[in-house]
């Protein structure tokens, strides 16, 4: 049994003692203030101390442990057989072994016992069955409740353990995986051999245990293959590349370069960059398996803790003592990539991994939300069935009075009054359906069949399906209001791809890669292997220019010129996905490298050529070839980008060692040349830097220095720094400027009930104004805005601060004329028309291409692009050796020595010229921007949580549109000190926001938070900045937290699951005047559901903590997917999984709950009238057996049915209108007022069916009442319950009526009948209060007026129902439902038809520019909308995911010309935000 970690071992004590009290792992989410009570305090304390110290103490041994005195000490002992002892539990440490399944063999059947009879309807039933075995007690048997509960609770609990025990299989699937593991030689033998059969259901041969046994010479050790879960701590492990690491540990030795190895932690932290650890030097003779025998060493390290970005520790080896940091371990969940092979020494197992330490350790079951509602139905119920229990009973008592005690036969026959309430208690216990819980879950498993077996959400490529495992939580699907993605392999692909630059002011697409993947004609040639001259060196002199003058190379130039140029692809195969209205540039890289062949000679030749070299020498990747292919290996997919499209473009890197880099360059004769650059000096990049450098000496001896990094810090280091900072300055003014306007443009738009842009505006009228269409949602204009720019921000601009218009102009379309190009005299004629914007004299003037070059940045940015600036100057042999020498003795400083080398880096690193600008694009997976836009109108708040850094977070979401163009960016730092002030300030600026737009709408929102400065608002001590961040947070439309461990993530979910809007908005602000409006706007909010979404090992904490829980099948592979609520294949799926299933399953299941408890409120209300004529005696109107089969024979299939094939709307309608999903978040299909309604009808319809019954059959109007006696009545009422029950749910109800329905109708029906039949034949002759045998067939069956009353009351009942469901129909159509009864009133059709009307405004167009908002329309309307053929045609292209921004004008004229077609009163017209 796994101890409990204890708070102090969670706050990481150190091997200094110092704790990890500010650490990211504080749980500490939302404060609880409460009075002081002391009483209560100390029964509290009391009872955790009790609890504590004889259950968890005692029972479950799990002991909370104390904080190790120095840490724990690992010795490095090969050679150990005994396993190392914790100090904390005075025995060994944990097993390796992991564990995500909720139950053990031991816990399963308690916690199941205890979570099935706290839903309160079991609970109710328990406390009924109980006594009802009692004997004289009961009338209606002693069993009949408890047994057929029992019976339903096990069935619930087999399926609950079925799915652990799958959940048990795949945690036996990781910890069986295999490992390589140091022992001594004979030291595997049979103890692991027994525990591996114990382990396994199957029991292993002795041999396998020995498999991949390498006996190291001249040692007694050997590397044996062991399993993941028998490793130890102090095992030393010894992984290959891509190997995953099986648990924490510390390197010892890595073949890298300088014993670096590369670490991937995209699993386990979601950065894509690969992470260089570095063996301790004191570790330095660790290189071979002897030098780790002879080693001498120990290891003190942290307790376990789930800290992923802090690790204290040290290492002493043959009496040398060095600290242990991040740099030197690895943890568990991390792969080893780009490195041939490493070895480490384990330090944390299983548990106390910190992959585990973050995961949400065994998590508690799920439970749905609809649950809450159906509880307060239950004790409703049962309040109902207590008073309706007490009043027949004090009917008794006056009968008792009045007629009992004078009748002869009756006396000494006295009921006991306590027998007679608890009597009819349970003759009325009914009323709440024992087969509630298990007919849910018959509904709740066709559900997900349904939900597996949709093909719309079926992956082709993958072969994936979507996937249900928790089908208890379904409904919980329609109603999320909160949305956490993960970033890595969720929203992106992993694939970095380089996708344009920015040369002296001009813009170039790179799709190379976008055409490779397409297919190309036969004998077509790619560009990229086109042969051209670009053999030069640093001195910009092309040495191919000699071969340019031949005749024959000038005569394939001027052919080239003088034909048409091949035929090339078309720049919008690729398309924007954060901002799809920019402009495409429109010329491509192979346009850039045909200009380079024919003008090498050209300025803007020279540039570009500059350029690509940058690209080719600027990194740290290292070529290989690999079957024949060249790959490289980088640690940052950026610069993996970068040498790709430089390779792609003819510069290939393909050799590269710590001293020389070695390019292929393309020449223009199809030949190719290599050239050897010598690398003087690599200044790294790291996130303080935000910039790489590189010193080279090229071919011609000169010393090359080329920088990329930022725009931020690389513009201050610019030869002309202060013209550069002003054009950016500039640049800035324009961007806000037109971002102010946009929000004014927005600010007149239509919105929704909930602020949004509609999908698409329809008016209604009483056929008035049919002089409009229905459009589809047509573009509007939209400002940039820039991510990229850290210069500071200017307010409002004044009339001479503007710039210039031409500051707006983008790409490369400039208007010049032909007479000002700069042509060679003996090349002009051979250069397209295309290419004559190059000549233009601004490509040589600096302020313009700073201006133009800023404004590229600035799009990338917006466009989601990951942005680099690259810059160079040449060296003087004099000055390069000046510094090198300070940058030598920074390189060999003891005491500051990584700000020694940055000190050093930013001296050399002034006075630059700029190269030009990258775009990399980190490639979404498919559908991730509309998506998350559709998702966004249905009322849905994305976030991302991601561990990555926050200029990467903030560029993928702008690309994949969580940020909009013009969204309001407010970042939080805990680095600018005071958290507070900045917090206030959001807050005031959103209340300015709130007063400055009369449309009361603010802008978008957007907060962005880092990990540490989530730390510190979780900080114990922090409570009023802790209850100011959980007040902001509901208010803000996106939130984008970076650097966040999975631990922090998982928290902030669980925060806004349990926040409570209004009561912290009113606590927290109410104290401050200026943000009293901003408080007022959440005092009606709700906190709706929240969904975690991610695909790694690090998401399963967050995935955990929120309501549902959906994992992609992702590349950091399958644990997410299977631990998950539900599991998805593409991001995309996401869309169709909560706007189809889950508003359909919402309105199923909450259908299901009302008609349940309607049908046993209508079936039992005419045995409660009939008490009045039995003297209350508790004598059933109905039969017994028939009483016993009702909800398993006869109404089962009429809840069931429709609870799994549904559908209200179709499909199309809810993908193309996603505001139609505030359904289900607004608690509109089971709220208090419908099951009020439908209870109330239920009640009346009971009524009306008694006394009808009563009078045609066995009143005054019927000649042969006292035929049939009891059974007869009972079974006319019994038979009419039936017919009408399941004629009205799935006939009249049922808006989907498939063949399934149909034939459930008819099955029910004509079962009934044969349990007539049935029951006739097998009772059994006598006297009984049913007269049941015969009684079908000789008896009532034959007696017409039976009948005439079965069909009258039915017919009655029918005719009610759809005079009723017909005018509401209408009166919604009309706009008129709303109104209630004030349609009656003559005010109301006056507006209609009066002067108002005939400019197409009404009353009930609720003043919205004559449209009211889509979600606010009863389904009954959109029910009808779908039965147009040219609605339904316009919906099913609205649905489809890449969106239909127009409607065809077929389409239009066919509703213009045709509106006959249309549906009565219904008048579509188009709007701006369509």
Same mark, same amino acid.
């Given at each position: 049994m796994?101890?409990l ?6 706050s990481?004590?150190g091997v200094?003692g ?6 990211p ?6 404060p ?8 209560k305090e100390r029964?509290?304390?009391?009872t ?18 104390p ?6 000490h690992?010795?490095?002992? =090969?050679?150990?057989d005994?396993?190392?002892?914790d100090?904390?539990?005075?025995h060994?440490?944990?097993?390796n072994?992991?564990?995500?399944a909720?139950y ?8 199941q016992?205890?979570?099935q ?10 406390c ?6 009692i004997? @004289?007690?009961s ?6 409740t408890?047994?057929p509960?029992?019976f339903?609770?096990l ?6 353990g079925y ?10 699937v990781?910890n069986?995986?295999d490992?390589?593991?140091l022992?001594r030689?004979?030291s595997?033998?049979s103890s692991?051999?027994?525990r591996s059969r ?12 020995h ?8 040692t007694d050790l ?6 993941w ?8 492990i ?14 010892l030795?890595?073949? @890298?370069?300088?014993?670096v190895a590369y670490i991937?932690?995209m699993?386990?932290d979601g950065e894509t960059n ?7 030097t ?7 398996v002897?030098?780790?025998?002879r080693?001498?060493a #120990? ?5 376990p803790?789930p800290?992923?970005y ?5 290492v002493?080896a043959n @009496? ?5 940091t991040?740099?030197e371990v ?11 092979c490493a070895?480490?020494?384990v330090?944390?197992?299983?548990e106390?991994?910190k992959i585990r ?8 079951a799920k439970?749905?939300?609809?649950e809450?509602?159906s509880n307060?139905i ?6 109902f069935?207590?008073a309706l229990?007490v009043g027949c ?6 009968w008792q009075?009045a007629?009992e005690?004078y009748?002869w036969?009756l006396?000494?026959?006295e009921? %006991? ?14 009323l ?5 819980y298990?007919?849910?879950?018959i ?8 939900l597996?077996?949709?093909?719309e959400?079926y992956?082709? !490529?993958?072969d ?7 089908n ?6 329609g109603?999320?209001?909160y949305i956490?993605?993960?970033k *890595?392999?969720t ?6 791809k380089?996708?344009k630059?920015s040369i ?5 697409l790179?799709?190379?890669?976008i055409?490779a993947?397409?297919?190309q %004609?036969a004998g077509?040639? $790619? ?7 670009t ?5 910009l002199?092309?040495?191919s220019?000699?071969r340019l ?11 080239s010129?003088s ?6 692809r078309?720049?919008s ?7 799809p209205d920019?402009?495409r ?8 490298l045909e200009f380079i ?43 993996l980008?970068?040498v790709?499209a430089?390779?792609e ?5 393909i050799?590269?060692?710590?001293q020389?880099v /070695?390019?292929?360059i393309s020449n223009g #004769?199809g030949?190719? $040349?290599e050239r050897?650059y010598e690398?003087?000096? +690599? ?6 830097r935000?910039r790489?450098s ?5 071919p011609d ?11 931020s810090?690389?513009? =201050?280091?610019?030869?002309m ?5 002003q054009k950016?300055n500039e640049v ?12 004014r ?6 919105r929704?009930?909930?602020g949004?842009?509609?999908s698409?505006?329809?008016r209604?009228?009483t056929?008035?104004?049919r002089h409009?269409?229905?459009a589809?949602?047509?573009?509007r204009?939209?400002a ?12 409002a601009?004044?009339a001479?601060d503007r710039?210039?218009?031409s500051?707006?102009?983008r790409?490369? $379309?400039f ?7 700069l042509?060679?005299p003996?090349?002009?004629h ?5 290419y ?10 600096d302020?313009?291409i700073?201006t ?6 600035d799009d ?10 690259f810059?160079?100057?040449?060296l003087?042999d004099?000055?390069y050796k000046?510094?090198?020498?300070m ?8 005491v500051d020595?990584q700000?020694?080398i ?11 010229e700029?190269?030009?600008?990258s ?10 921007p509309e998506?998350?836009d559709?998702?966004?109108?249905a009322n849905?708040?994305?976030?991302m ?5 926050? &200029?990467?977070?903030?560029n993928i979401?702008h690309?994949a549109?969580i940020?909009q163009?013009?969204s309001?960016?407010y970042?939080?730092d805990?680095?600018?000190?005071d958290?507070?002030g900045?917090l206030?300030n ?10 400055t737009f009369?449309?009361h709408?603010?802008n978008?929102?957007?907060v ?10 979780? &900080?114990?001590d ?13 208010t ?5 937290c ?7 993530k998982?928290?902030l +979910?669980?925060?806004?699951r349990k926040?409570? %809007?209004t009561?912290q908005v009113t ?16 005092r009606s909010?709700?906190t ?5 979404i991610?695909?790694?090992?690090n ?5 955990s ?10 590349? !950091? ?7 998950a609520?539900?599991?998805i ?5 996401l869309s169709?999984?909560l706007?189809?299933? @889950?508003?359909?399953?919402y309105?199923? /299941?909450?259908?299901?709950i009302?008609?349940t408890f ?5 079936f ?5 009238l009939?008490q009045?004529?039995?003297g209350?005696?508790? /004598? ?5 057996w028939s009483?016993?089969v009702?909800n ?5 299939l009429? +809840?069931?049915?429709?609870g799994i094939?549904e559908?209200d709307?179709?499909?199309?309608t ?10 289900g978040?607004?608690d ?6 419908k099951?009020?309604a439908?209870m109330?009808g239920?009640a009346?319809?009971?009524v009306?069916v008694?006394?009808l019954c ?7 109007l019927s000649?042969a ?18 017919m009408?029950i399941n004629f009205?749910t ?7 009526k498939?063949?399934i329905?149909?034939?459930s109708?008819?099955?029910t029906v004509?079962g009934w009948?044969?349990w ?6 097998i ?6 209060p ?7 067939f ?9 009948w ?5 009351v039915l017919?009655?009942?029918?005719a009610?129902?759809?005079a ?6 209408n009166l919604? +159509?009309?706009?008129?439902?709303k ?5 009656l009133h003559?005010?109301?059709w006056?507006s ?6 005939s400019?197409?405004?009404?009353v009930w167009?609720?003043?919205r ?8 329309w009863?389904?009954?309307l959109w ?9 339904r045609? *316009? ?5 489809r ?6 409607l065809d ?6 509703l213009?010309n045709? %509106?006959?077609q249309r549906?009565a ?10």
């Open positions: 796994n101890e970690t204890s708070p102090d071992e969670n990481g004590s200094d110092a704790s990890l009290e500010k650490g792992h504080r749980r500490g989410v939302l609880q203030i409460v009075p002081v009570n002391s009483a029964i509290t304390r009391t955790r101390q009790w609890i504590q110290h004889y259950v968890v103490d005692q029972i479950l041994h799990q002991t909370q442990l904080p190790s005195k120095d840490g724990r690992i010795p490095l002992r =090969p050679h150990h005994q396993p190392l002892i100090e904390r539990r005075g060994a440490y944990i097993s072994t992991i564990r995500t909720r053990t063999v031991w816990d399963f059947l308690p916690k016992l205890f979570f009879f706290s839903r309160l309807a079991n609970f109710y039933f328990l009924v069955g109980i006594p009802q075995t004997p @004289g007690v009338t209606t048997g002693n069993f009949t408890i047994l509960l029992l339903f609770v069935l619930t609990v087999v399926k609950e799915d652990d025990w799958k959940r048990h299989r795949l945690d036996k990781e069986a995986r490992a390589k593991v022992r030689i004979g595997v033998g692991q051999a027994a114990w382990f396994s259901f199957t029991a292993r041969r002795e041999s396998d245990t498999a991949g046994i390498e006996e190291v010479l001249g050997q590397w044996c293959s062991v399993r879960r028998d490793l130890k701590v102090g095992d030393i010894k992984l290959a590349r891509d190997d995953d690491v099986p648990a924490d540990m510390v390197l030795h890595a073949e @890298g370069e300088n014993n991937e932690t699993a386990l690969l992470k260089s650890k570095q063996v301790s004191a570790l330095k003779d660790c290189d071979t002897e030098g780790i025998a080693t001498d #120990e290891f003190v390290v942290e307790d803790n800290d992923l802090r690790f204290d520790g040290r002493t @009496g040398k003592t060095l600290p242990l991040l740099n690895v943890y568990r969940g991390c792969t080893l990539r780009n490195t041939p070895i480490g020494i330090i944390n197992t299983g106390e991994c330490q973050n995961a949400n350790q065994h998590p508690s439970k749905p939300a609809l809450r509602m307060k239950v004790i409703t119920l049962a309040i069935v207590i229990s009973s004090m009917g008794y008592l006056i009075e007629y005690k009748a036969y006396q000494g026959l009921v %006991p009054f306590q027998n007679i309430i608890i009597g009819f208690a349970i003759q009325f216990n009914n709440i359906p024992l087969a509630l298990i007919s849910l879950e509904v709740k498993i066709g559900q997900m069949l349904m597996n077996s949709d093909l959400m992956d082709k !490529e993958s994936t399906p979507a996937r249900c495992n928790t208890t939580i379904l409904e919980n699907l109603q999320i209001g956490f993605s993960d *890595t392999g929203l992106t692909q992993n694939v970095m380089f996708r630059m002296a002011g001009t813009t170039w790179h799709d190379m890669d055409i993947s397409d297919d %004609p077509r040639k $790619s560009m990229a292997s086109e042969p051209y001259p053999d030069l060196d640093t001195s002199t092309l040495e220019s000699r003058s031949t005749s024959r190379t000038l005569a394939r130039s001027l052919t010129a034909t048409p140029s091949a035929p090339r078309s720049a195969l690729w398309r924007s996905t954060g901002r920019h402009l540039p429109s010329v491509n890289t192979r346009d850039l062949r024919l003008r090498p000679n050209a300025p803007f030749s020279r540039r570009a050529t500059q350029y690509l070299l940058a690209m080719a020498l600027c990194h740290s990747c290292l070529p290989e070839t690999i079957e024949g292919k060249l790959e490289y290996q980088s640690a940052s997919p950026d610069e980008a970068l790709r430089a390779q473009l003819g510069f290939i890197v050799q590269r060692s710590s020389t /070695t390019l292929r #004769e030949s190719e $040349s050897v690398i003087l000096d +690599v200044i790294e990049f790291s996130s303080k935000k790489m590189i010193v080279v000496r090229c001896e000169r010393i090359w220095l080329i920088t990329k990094g930022a725009d810090v690389i513009l =201050p280091r610019l030869r720094a202060n013209l550069a900072m950016a800035r003014k324009s961007v806000d400027l037109e971002q102010q306007l946009q929000r443009s927005e600010a007149q738009e239509p929704n009930s909930f949004g842009r509609p698409l505006t329809i209604r009228s056929g008035i104004a409009s269409a229905l589809g949602s047509s573009k204009p939209v940039n805005r820039s991510q990229s720019f850290e210069v500071s921000k200017l307010s601009l004044s001479e710039p210039r218009p500051l707006a102009v790409t490369v $379309s208007d010049v004329t032909s007479g000002k190009a042509l060679s003996t090349l002009s051979a250069t397209p028309d295309k004559a914007f190059l000549d233009d004299p601004s490509v040589s003037d302020a313009t700073f133009r070059c800023f404004k590229h940045i990338f940015a917006t466009e989601g692009l990951r942005t680099l600036l810059a160079h100057r040449f003087t004099s000055e000046t510094w090198k020498k940058y030598h003795d920074a390189e060999t400083s003891l020595r700000e020694r940055e000190a050093a880096g930013d001296v050399i690193e002034q006075s630059l700029l190269i030009g600008a775009a990399i694009e980190d490639k979404l997976q498919v559908g991730v998506t998350i559709r998702l966004r109108r849905i708040k994305i976030w949580l991601t561990g990555d850094k926050r &200029e990467t977070a903030i979401a690309s549109r940020c163009p013009t309001d960016i970042i939080l805990i680095t600018k000190g958290l507070e900045q206030l959001v807050i005031e600026e959103l209340q300015v926001q709130l007063e009369t449309s709408i603010p978008h929102t957007v962005v938070i880092d990990g540490q400065t989530l730390a510190a608002i979780e &900080e114990s922090a409570l009023a900045l802790k209850q100011l961040f959980y007040s902001l947070i509901p803000i439309d996106s939130v984008i970076c650097r966040a461990s999975p631990a922090q998982a928290n +979910v669980r925060a806004i926040a409570a %809007p009561a606590s927290s602000l109410s104290a401050s005047s200026r943000t009293s409006k901003w408080a007022a706007k959440l909010a709700k709706p559901l929240t969904l975690a991610g695909d790694g090992a998401d399963l904490a967050m995935l903590a929120a309501h549902v829980g959906v994992g992609i099948s992702g590349r !950091e592979g399958l644990q997410a997917a299977r631990v609520d539900y599991s294949a593409q991001f995309r799926f169709r999984l706007l189809v299933h @889950g508003r359909w399953n309105v199923r /299941t909450a259908r299901f009302l008609a309607w049908k046993e409120m209508f039992y209300m005419p045995t409660e009939y009045r004529y039995n209350y005696t508790g /004598t059933s109107l109905y039969e017994s009483l016993t009702l398993t024979l006869f109404t089962s009429c +809840v069931i049915v429709p094939w559908q709307l179709a499909a199309e809810l993908l193309a209108v996603p505001e139609l999903y505030v359904f978040q607004r509109r299909g089971l709220n208090l007022a099951y009020l439908w109330i239920g009346a319809e009971g009306l008694w006394f009563w009078a045609l059959y066995s009143g005054h000649p009442r006292d035929g049939g006696g009891l059974f007869a009545l009972g079974n006319l009422v019994f038979t009419i319950a039936i009408w009205k799935m006939i009249l109800g049922t808006h989907f498939s063949a329905v149909l034939a109708f008819a099955i004509g009948y044969a007539q039949a049935f029951l006739s034949g009772y059994a002759p006598g006297i009984w049913y007269a049941v045998r015969g009684g079908f000789t008896q009532f069956g034959q007696d017409p007026v039976w005439a009353a079965l069909a009258g017919g009655l009942l029918i009610i129902e759809l009723y469901s017909s005018v509401k129909r919604i +159509v009309l706009g008129l439902w109104w209630g009864w004030k349609w003559w005010s109301t006056k209609a038809f009066g002067p108002l009307a400019r197409g405004a009404t167009d609720d003043g520019d004559g449209a009211q908002p889509l979600e606010e009863d389904v009954e029910q009808v909308m779908e039965k147009d053929p040219a609605i045609a *316009t919906l099913h292209k609205m649905s995911l890449d969106g239909v921004d127009e004008e077929e389409d239009l004229d066919g213009e045709d %509106p006959d549906p009163a219904l008048v579509r017209e188009g709007s701006a935000g369509v």
